[in-house]
């Protein structure tokens, strides 16, 4: 499959969109204000210690003190197979060096570790590590172990102590090609190791390169064809980064200059207002749901006005293949992580579960991310994991709503008007005004001096106080005031 990345710059936010076939299959956003940490090396310090959990809280110079657990302490003796007690890793007001593994997410700082990796183009670089590792990626046996070789004798050649990791891209690369992301790495670690002692704590040792650069890095291969870029300035950047990297791809980036934005062309835009929406519509006529809580993502498929031109069966089996390839294109876009329930549609064959099982699994494969599929349960639900590395597209794009606090739903204008009613009474029995003053949202109001209006007579009635009201425009519907006069 042929795949082209298109990069947009503005001056506060760049976005990245990997795009498949003309289809957008993945978006990545980075606002200057708000630039992702993963990958950055800190100085921190340590400001409070869990015994109970096992981790420290480390002030490493943000908003939020950052988690770091003692499973993710690397130690001099790293075989043992019991995780050491924290208090015996690390103190109150201990300076610490962490990376950090995952950005804060909502309440959540950030996740931190302190075995160290750096990546280049083919290797990640591993202090403190001293065996080679290949991406699960590479299946080749014959490749793997032509790798692993490879690098083995590159370390001994130059007396390298610590460890590397042998990237995806890494395939089919020659021993030239490794030597030199070799030594590129080995002089940014030593340059890394000279600024540490000269660094105050709370700031950062080592920032990972720009979300464009990181792309091109991570993913520009045999498979993309084409990256256009509608910056100059990035073009340039990129232009360098690869004539440096991977000179061999450099006819692939390309400047776009025209004056229709580039997102336009492929209707990005388009595709990532329907992301943020709950309901996806399949080209069948079925729909898929989407509901994402703070404790797991629930997808459910319904048929809709898909009616098939054999049976129910075959109606409920073809829309859930379509699902299934849906879903794993969705689960990409949107970046949705943690636990993920599916509700496809019942089937009764078990030949169809297991078709559509194989083709979510099939549909998934390419996906970036890590993620393990579960049976289908006895409630004929699909449980599944996705690597959660950072916040979804809802999440960067979103806030919740001010109106419902993020619940979806919001009080009737009759429910309102009846907690009005009680808030009276209260007022009513507390206070010797003669005249209360009702402030709310005009549905309200309007439902108050239309269909409530007896109700409204016999509560002033039976108060012995005059009851007005007032608009308040800028109210939520839920939103009232009782006032004496």
Not at 49 to 67: K, N, S, V, Y
Not at 141 to 150: G, I, M, N, P, S
Request: charged content about 30%.
């Amino acid at each position: 499959m042929s795949e082209e990345i298109l990069i947009n710059r503005t001056p506060q936010e760049t976005r990245v969109a990997i795009v498949e076939n003309g289809i957008l299959q993945e978006l990545y956003i980075e606002r200057s204000r708000k630039r992702g940490l993963v990958g950055n090396i800190y100085k921190g310090k340590v400001s409070r210690i869990l015994p109970g959990m096992q981790a420290a809280f480390i002030d490493i110079g943000l908003e939020r003190t950052a988690f770091l657990h003692a499973s993710d302490i690397v130690t001099e003796n790293d075989d043992h197979d019991e995780t050491p007690q924290i208090n015996s890793l690390l103190h109150d007001g201990q300076d610490v060096i962490v990376q950090v593994i995952k950005d804060p997410l909502g309440t959540k700082g950030a996740r931190l570790t302190t075995q160290l990796s750096i990546p280049s183009r083919l290797l990640v670089y591993m202090p403190g590590v001293s065996h080679v590792g290949i991406s699960q990626r590479i299946e080749n046996e014959d490749e793997r172990d032509r790798l692993k070789a490879t690098v083995k004798s590159l370390m001994e050649s130059t007396q390298e102590k610590n460890g590397y990791i042998v990237r995806t891209v890494a395939e089919g690369a020659n021993e030239n090609e490794l030597r030199n992301d070799m030594r590129f790495l080995q002089r940014l670690w030593d340059s890394i190791q000279e600024d540490i002692p000269n660094i105050k704590t709370g700031t950062v040792v080592y920032e990972d390169l720009s979300l464009a650069l990181r792309v091109l890095r991570d993913m520009l291969g045999v498979d993309v064809e084409k990256v256009r870029i509608d910056s100059r300035e990035i073009y340039q950047k990129a232009t360098e980064f690869v004539n440096q990297f991977l000179p061999e791809l450099a006819d692939c980036i390309e400047h776009y200059p025209g004056e229709r934005p580039i997102f336009d062309l492929y209707s990005v835009e388009d595709e990532i207002q329907k992301a943020l929406e709950r309901k996806v519509q399949l080209k069948s006529g079925g729909h898929l749901v989407f509901d994402q809580t703070e404790a797991m993502t629930t997808i459910d498929v319904n048929t809709g006005a898909f009616v098939g031109s054999r049976n129910m069966e075959e109606t409920i089996f073809k829309t859930n293949l379509e699902a299934a390839q849906a879903i794993a294109r969705q689960l990409q876009l949107r970046n949705l992580g943690g636990i993920i329930i599916i509700d496809f549609i019942d089937m009764q064959e078990e030949e169809h579960k297991r078709q559509v099982l194989r083709a979510l699994e099939k549909s998934l494969a390419r996906d970036r991310a890590r993620n393990n599929i579960c049976e289908v349960s006895s409630l004929g639900l699909v449980e599944m994991t996705r690597k959660r590395t950072r916040e979804s597209l809802e999440h960067v794009l979103c806030q919740s709503c001010p109106t419902c606090q993020g619940r979806a739903s919001v009080k009737t204008a009759e429910t309102v008007c009846y907690e009005i009613f009680r808030e009276i009474l209260r007022e009513a029995r507390q206070f010797d005004a003669q005249t209360l003053m009702v402030l709310a949202a005009q549905e309200v109001v309007d439902l108050l001096l239309d269909e409530e209006s007896d109700s409204v007579a016999e509560l002033e009635e039976f108060t012995g106080k005059t009851i007005k009201f007032q608009v308040e425009s800028l109210y939520m519907q839920e939103q009232f005031d009782v006032v004496l006069m």
